[in-house]
């Protein structure tokens, strides 16, 4: 650790034995100051990115950093392995450098937030917090360009800074930042916002340290820790295989041409540990989709995924770190040396998941789930009203959730915890647009025994003159299906005039002009289906016929047949259904759709966009 921790008092903490009545009364006192952090952000931010879609996460940790209760991840050890400054009682950090924190921030748009909580002139956690800033700078308004070569390019990068020292807010330090951002007043909301949810934590804390005692309340962090680590040891040690397990997956393209960029991981266990490899992924794009994946960071992401799917009562927090080792080789995707382009990881980040998933699954099928996550798609959208104000758009869309183990996915809904679709109503409110149709797609979701979640099809009235920014993948590699079940369908995007001109965009763009009148189509993806299609309840099928999810051809993709009436056929589906199954044969645990050919020739057929040019894609 490289910071300083200055402390009045170096008296150290007392030894105490914590019952377990005591530690689950802290521990739930402490997840109700965590969901607390979040509502004090919530009803202060002024960006619908972080007040309504809930762009941020949250984190209470114990003096050396380590998340005793959050949702995305430990923020603090790489701040403190980088940082050589002093840290003192009403001090508070501000940072939005990633190449400055070893990570544990991955854009220049999120802004981190970190506060050491003292009582009694010592040390005794921290809260913190990152929100996503809907602007900060660069060349591109949204400050996500497509096309950066540099994190220069991206807008303003801020190191390690103390905002408030000793209590006191720089002033000065904050006016240099908000100048260089196009929405300064949002910043300034939004940032306030963050710091009074940490300073939420803090009252929390102090409040725990009066009510129990500083030794116990330590005590009780450390026991929090000790507990998770136990429960995940056993979920290791049931779940992962001592032979070596492989998965790849690929991110269709960087926006300027050039892909689909491979994400190679292999996991091993060795006793009681995971040895978890990243080596055989792509050396880092030009571009701006790299994803500096912080290796905490990473951990907390297979130990959501294996608390989430095996069993969700577990409380995640840092306490198995020890028990995970992360290897990611220096100069690719995952770990790009500065100054690499960063803005657009988002869809790095959204595959490691799935990467995740078909890493975790191979050895108990049973609990596989088929792709979904995938992306994180964004529209910008900016300019002048009519009445001469500059408006500023920032809006993350989602796909269909993969098919699962214990059901079929939600149509077009966020696997990110907590996160929520900006209301239409927001939208019409407060931007010169309509929300002309919202509306799952039929038979985007892949089929299986438990089918894929739709995609969404938003239609987007422009009524102002303006430029768009689109960020979003799955338009070229399919969201794969499982233990039979087919892919989900891919992304599309499409503009269509005033004219009646019709305009297929790439996945990622920036500077789109639209005028009032003009349509989009944002069209995200499909879920991948999980187990056999074929055996499916036709009777469910047919209900999805009703509603609109499936359509009528669509159902025969699960051998069921309907007829005139919107009956089911079942001499006829009888009849299917042995019919697919001898032509399929044996179904494949994993099923990643067409052949490379085959795919460059559907892009163009479809879109008439040319398929990324990159040799390195081997279709699996």
Known sequence: MKARIVERNQQPFGRVTIDPITLDIIESALRNARFEMDAVLYRTAMSPGIREQHDEFPLIADREGRMVVGQFGSFIAGFLNAYEGTIEEGDIILLSDPYKCEGAISH????????????GGRLVGWGAMLGHMTDVGGKVPGSLPTDATSIFEEGVVIPPVKLYRGGELQEEVLSVILNQVRLPHWNRSDLNGIVAACRTAERRVIEMCERFGVDTFVAALDAALERNRRAMAELIKRTIPEEELTFEDYICDDGRGVGPYKLKCTMRREGERVIID???????????????????????????????VFDPQILYND??????????????????????????????????FDVLGGLLGQRQPEFLNAAGFSSSPHLMYSGYNDRGEWYQLYQIGFGGIPGRPVGDGPDGHSLWPSFFNVPN?????????????????????????????????????????????????RWFTYPWGVNGGLPGARSRKLLIRTDGTREHLPSKCDHVRVNPGDLLHYVTWGGGGWGDPLARDPAIVTREVERGLVTVEGARRYGVVIDRDGRIDEAATRNLREQLRAERGTPPLFNFGPPIAVLRERCLAETGLPAPIAPIFKQA
């Open 108 to 119: 220049a748009n999120d802004w981190l937030i970190l506060q050491p909580i003292y009582f």
């Open 278 to 308: 990243w080596s055989g992924t792509d050396p880092q794009s030009e571009g701006s989709i790299n994803f500096f994946l912080n290796e905490n960071m990473f951990k907390m992401f297979f130990g959501i995924y294996m608390i989430m």
């Open 319 to 352: 306490g198995f770190y020890p028990l995970v080792e992360v290897k990611i080789p220096e100069g690719t995707l995952l770990k790009p040396r500065y100054p690499a382009a960063l803005s657009c990881r988002t869809h790095g980040l959204g595959r490691v």
């Open 425 to 473: 109503e927001f939208l019409e409110a407060y931007f010169p647009l309509r929300i002309e149709r919202y509306e799952t797609v039929p038979d985007s979701g892949g089929p299986g025994l438990h089918r894929g979640g739709n995609a969404i099809d938003v239609v987007y009235r422009f009524l102002a003159a303006g430029e768009i920014s689109i960020h979003d993948d």
